[in-house]
């Protein structure tokens, strides 16, 4: 199954960030554009302010000018109605007081109007008759119109003479007979009433935070609505100082301008004056704007936007969260499926090259098998002939024996692969074996190999066939240095493995390494990339099935350049290491010739075998196979000992035989000749009998027949 490329991978990647860039995006811009919408709201809604601000500022100022003309009219009517009279007949008309309060009570902008005589005493006024002659010749406005003609002059603050609240005057000088430059001749004032100013202002103002001062350029506050202190309507008015605030503005902007303070001297808040001068007078109407006002109305249209806003948001960076994270499993899911799809075509192969192995294994065990029935006829033949030829041809024989015996081992090593060889498990100390085995190996390298031995002094006690140890790290070291033609080092190792309780033998070479398809393969039997006639390729497949055998497994690393390390991981076992290996007892002269029974369905190897033990001195009878054996001994159980082959025709296997004879007659022994391993055999149910490894010489087979019978049991394997 194809496993996604790597591209796609990074493709996944790739959409994942955009994904996530996405994500910061719908939170973000939102965001900025919420900032950025408010902060233009925030100059805009300033910039309204100052606009109604001044517009404001329009209004009163048409009102205040308006208000004056009137006044100016006022004070004319006045001046013209006592034009010609004397001040005791001013101050004795009771028509004249009449006609002040009409006039008074027609103008509300008026809340009183009085006539001054020039030594300050006011002789007639709208409020009672007769005038209580009070003096106000010391207050500045009269002072002035006394020194000069000042026209129309505002005065104040003054105290409203009824209701007391602050508010201002207006005056002007009596005009006498001399003119305006003539002889003072009075003063007429009228005192504005601060209540007709706060109903029209109270209209416009419409929010609290909005305020309205009348301030004369002297820094005066002639009036200002709302009253500063809604506790003391009688509170003074402050004065503006000159030198800041409004004052210094105003100076800087004589006629009209906008005034913007973080001290207000009146209420300390944040505000925005808007001014403008009332037409020649000398007094300004100022309106005035709390900035919080305005903040705060900014923040209820934000927190109306956001309403709005933040919902959409909200939604935006959920799907974009949604989809972030739905594609990240997805992606990881992707990632999983890949991870498993590899995992499975490992297995795969491992599966499918055991199985390759196992194949093999019956294939080479079968073959094997029959080169052994072979061999073991040939070898024993040759063992009879030695004993008729003369010694000259003793030359020949010899030749051929070692030409039989090179093919023994390799029968060996074919079985040894299919793991059905017929080892012979000891508990040994792998240090120790390897350590033995270092005459063998020098010899075995050239003078251009060095060999560097590298063993834990740890005991490693392992379950092996001994020879096939010594085989296996002999092939190991042949294979590295076949692969050091130049020459360079093979180093053996042998340590606790990596996984508990095993060891590891590891034979690494620097030599040419191997390319991943001979790697592949190098632990096929019969796979080899030497020429003909050097290469078997069993070597490795030995050391394979050698560690299989052993319970324990075998693996190459290897690159090509880079020199090749093989391992052998063993278990370790807890059984204590045999002594070195007890001689084989010396075959002791029998007085009495041993009777035994061959079964054996080879005739070649049946007639060599009986050959041999003939020869030996024992007296020797055969069965073809298990049902004649066993009819046989049914009348004849007068055996020292059954030696048997283990597959026969007929139906009655040399383990059945084995099985049977212990049964029926427990003191009869019996010897299983086989190349099955002892286990295969245990498993095939021969755990009671003896094993000889096929092929055999004649010698061999007469050595074990001798320890068995004089050993009885105690010979028996495992
Ligand atoms: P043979 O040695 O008879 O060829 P082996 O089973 O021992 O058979 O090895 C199989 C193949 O594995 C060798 O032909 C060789 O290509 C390769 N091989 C084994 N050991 C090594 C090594 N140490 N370095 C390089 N290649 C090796
Ligand atoms: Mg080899």
Redesign the pocket.
Known sequence: MPIRSLDSRTDRRGSLRLLRLLLAVSVALPLLLFAGIGWRERWEAQDEAERNSSKNALILHEHMLKVFDTMSQLLDRVDERIHGRSWQEIAASDSLHSYLKTLKGELEQIGAIGLTDPDGIVRNSSLVFPARNTYVGNRPDFREQRERDAGLLIAGPVADPVTGKPSFGISRRRSGPGGPDGKFDGMIAAIINPDYFASFYRQIIGTEGESIALIRDDGAMLMRFPTLDAMRPNAALPTLPADRGLRAEIRRQPDEGIFRTGDSHVQGLDRVFAYKRVGSFPVYVVYGLDQTQITRSWWRNMALDAAFVAPATLALALIAWLAYSRAASESAAVQRWADEVRNREMLEEVLRQSQKMEALGQLTGGVAHDFNNLLTAALANLHLLSRHLPVEGQRFLTGTRTALERAEKLTRQLLSFSRQDAIDLTVVDLGDSLRRMDDLLERSIRADVTLDWNIAPAPMAVAVDPVQLEMAVL??V???R??LPGGGRIRITAAPGPEPRTARIE?A?T????PPE?MAR??D?F????GVG??????????YGFARQSGGSAS?D?RPGE??R?RIDLPLTDARPAESPAPAPAATPDLRPLRILVVEDNPLVLMATVEGLTQEGFTVETAEDGVTALTLLETDRNFDLVVSDVVMPGGVSGIDLARHIREQWPQLRVLLASGYSPESLATMGADTASVLAKPFTPDQLTARIRALVQNGSADRIN
């Open positions: 092939n190991l042949l294979n590295a076949d692969a034979v070479d030599g040419a390494g191997m001979v190098a632990f039997p796979f080899t990339t030497k050097k290469g078997t390729g069993l070597g490795l497949s030995m050391v190459i290897s020199g090749t093989v």
